[in-house]
């Protein structure tokens, strides 16, 4: 959503701070503080070191590697004055891999980390429009896009066509690009230049593939329909202080509630137990030592809204500590570029899982056989965790006068 690297250095603690592009999806409000055309270029690239381990057996690696790349672009408008108290910004991430990417395993208790799945490898676009009012008050609206897949799919049996039984299924799919939208609102407000409030709304993002689906073979027919789900982002509020006890310090502070009580399985279900919604502690450190270098810092914590994985699903999720750390170098005060090199470092530290099922939580795979037949792939027991390692660059381009430069 074109989260640039100050904010993810920060935490994402910046619903309250001065806007840059990162506000066009944390917090439109604060987009009204543009004084000038930017546009900010990023990268990131970042390794997921995630594993699974049922009771009794050695673990499995689940992780992977990932990476994309971010565009924004924020200006405020010419003309009269009136018009020139808004501000325009348009965000955008593309993964390194691939448009969209849907991982969707064919059994619904396979093991999963549901709330990672693809979330780090999406293409999203978002937009946004500010208006700044009495100086200190911004406020702002936008959208955040997301692709979904309409994929009809017909499967059929032509007895000879290939050289085998195997060659012999045709399997036609059709795939038709939809969208899907989610609001972005915010305010943000500095009564005095050494604090600053900020509220902001998010609605939640998805990205599905869908579309009926026919089966047809030896005269029989079988009708039934692909439904994938696939929660990019929960519907969040966000709260946030920013203090500035000093011109070369900036503490920021939010507490976010995201309503994870919504999340559904990738196969469109309701989790069980369903999953709750928490709050989510955010802070970040900005302190600027010499006009051309800021270094910062932020620290999250993430509950798991997964209740224990003791019925039919399996999950895989646990409350994670989020550390971040990283420094800018801004070329202007030195007079030598109208850019701004922006660094960071992010790791999310999962505490691990531990889950034993309930026997009468489960089917009976087989009730013709004496006993229960378990074939759960999370039976007795299992237990994950992992680490996730993200950096990234971004890079600022500045374009005409400052109006006031914060």
Known sequence: M??????????????????????????????????????TLGGHAGRLGLWFARQGEPEQDMGRTFGGFSL???????????????RVGVAAHIPARGALRFVAPVRADEPSFALYGSRAERTALAGALSLRLFERIGVGAGVAVAPSLEMPTSVGYEPGWGESTDSSVLVDIERELRFSFAPLLGVRAQPVP?????????????????????????????????????????????????????????????????RWSRFRTIHNAVPDPPPADVLEPRGGLELVPIASLALRAGYAFEPSPLGPQDGRDNLLDADRHVLAAGAGWDLRPLGWAPLRLDAFLRVHLLQEQQARKRLEALADEDPELPGKQIANQGYPGFSAGGRLWQVGLSVSFFFGSDGGRR
Not at 7 to 18: F, N, V
Not at 72 to 86: E, F, K, Y
Not at 194 to 205: D, K, N, P, V
Request: charged share 15%; hydrophobic share 45%.
């Open 194 to 258: 050494q604090l600053s409030l900020g509220l902001a709304y998010r609605g939640e993002i998805v990205t599905r593939a869908y579309g009926p689906s026919d089966t047809r073979a030896a005269g029989l027919s079988a009708h039934d329909r692909i439904d994938f789900y696939d929660v990019q982002a929960p519907e969040q509020v966000a709260c946030g202080v920013a203090v500035f006890p000093w011109r070369a310090l900036g503490l920021s502070a939010d507490l976010v509630l995201s």
């Open 72 to 86: 924004a672009i924020g200006t405020p408008l010419p003309g009269p004055a009136w018009l020139r108290a808004v």
């Open 2 to 39: 074109g989260e640039a690297a100050r904010a993810a250095s920060l935490a994402d603690a910046i619903t309250a701070r001065p806007g840059e592009l990162s506000a066009i999806y944390f917090n439109p409000g604060a987009l009204a503080d543009l004084t000038q055309p930017v546009l």
